[in-house]
């Protein structure tokens, strides 16, 4: 993909989880400049009903347009389906840091029995010794646990 | 233009939308925190998924039909949503029994249509399935819990499966565009999938100690746009706004 265009997008953020690029989150799927010198970026929802995206479609506008490029045009992509484990490394480091714990890979986690606890890490002082609370938290994307060492709920960044 | 693969996409985007619609009245409302918050991510799913299908129904329809002229302009005869997703929600066992019946089936539904001739039905299956996955392993959970639970969750949850158990049968007895849609090859024979959501149910079931309820008269209409009372009123809340102030925007 194109480097240039790869610089910008770095500076857009995930409204929900700022310290996520776009990139990052792999939602990116392809960039391609037309022959009429419109700019196309292919993106993938992360969740179908994510509220986020027409806002990341803006914001990749306004920051494309800031740099110059105003012939834009975003086209969502739905094949092949978003996972995380498109997720960069650097971003599952800055989820951790930002106090949400990041998807474990797929292969090891997503198929889970009914009552089944994944052994997910507590972002704030690394124990494994942690339990779900709910499957769904704050955002479509995120899982609610708690640490029962350091006691702290956090958000675990399901693996889908 | 194909008008049974647009009818066959619009019953898909009915049923999500009308299910999503009714989960979203738990809003503020769940029996817990986590469970309010659960319940309304998962009409967020289902809403998001009857954009998609709303959408490529806009697509194949043309002119100026875009997907909220079909969500919010389309009155109760030309839905064609099960009856199943438009029963009240009850008490929370009613609507857990509800998600659980409709996830069961969405779950062996979507495994097949993921692999359509069909790209872009495929393709929206594909995604939706990851997210129906979440949905049936939380309503079998809650299914358990319930049912296994003390005598009063039980006995809701009795209650529950006499009130919803008519509306199953719908399921499985296809409309006119999905036998034209599964001969063309681009959807399962609905009728076929009877067998795995029985089993799955049993399994469930069993474990849940709930009784699994004999065959029964099966309830039917919703596939050709004759609802039970209860859309009429889902309507009129979901499409007031677009109804009293046409063309409204954020």
Known sequence: MNQKILDILAHVADPEVPVLSVLDLGIVRDIRMQDNGELEIMITPTYTGCPAMDMIAANIRMELSANGYVQVKITNVLSPAWTTDWMSEEGKQKLKDYGIAPPLPKQQACRSELFAEQAVQCPHCNSYHTTRISEFGSTACKALYQCRDCKEPFDYFKCH | ?250
């Open chain 2, 1 to 250: 233009m194909n008008d049974f693969l647009f009818k066959y996409i619009l019953h898909l985007a009915d049923n999500a939308l009308i299910l999503g619609h009714r989960n979203s009245e738990w809003c503020g409302h769940g029996p817990a925190l986590e469970q309010d918050i659960a319940i309304t991510n998962i009409s967020l799913d289902l809403i998001g998924q009857a954009r998609n299908f709303f959408q490529y129904a806009a697509e194949l329809k043309g002119t100026d039909t875009t997907e909220d002229s079909l969500a919010y302009l389309r009155d109760a005869r030309d839905f064609t949503n099960l009856l199943l997703v438009e029963q009240q929600n009850g008490d929370w066992g009613k609507t857990i029994l509800r998600q659980f019946f409709m996830s069961n089936y969405q779950f062996l539904l979507y495994n097949r249509l993921q692999e359509s001739k069909n790209a872009q039905l495929a393709a929206i299956c594909a995604k939706a399935l990851k997210e129906v996955t979440y949905h049936l392993k939380w309503s079998s959970e809650w299914v358990i819990r319930l049912g296994d639970g003390t005598d009063e969750s039980h006995s809701r949850m009795i209650n529950a499966l006499h009130d919803l158990w008519p509306y199953t049968g719908e399921l499985f007895i296809p409309a006119p565009y999905e036998k034209q849609a599964c001969e063309e090859g681009i959807a399962p024979d609905v009728s076929e999938l009877k067998e795995g959501w029985m089993q799955n149910l049993i399994n469930i079931f069993d474990e849940a100690k709930l009784p699994v309820p004999p065959k029964a008269f099966a309830q039917t209409g919703g596939k050709t746009g004759l609802h039970t009372e209860y859309l009429g009123y889902i309507l009129a809340d979901m499409q007031f706004l677009q109804r009293s102030y046409p063309g409204n925007k954020w």
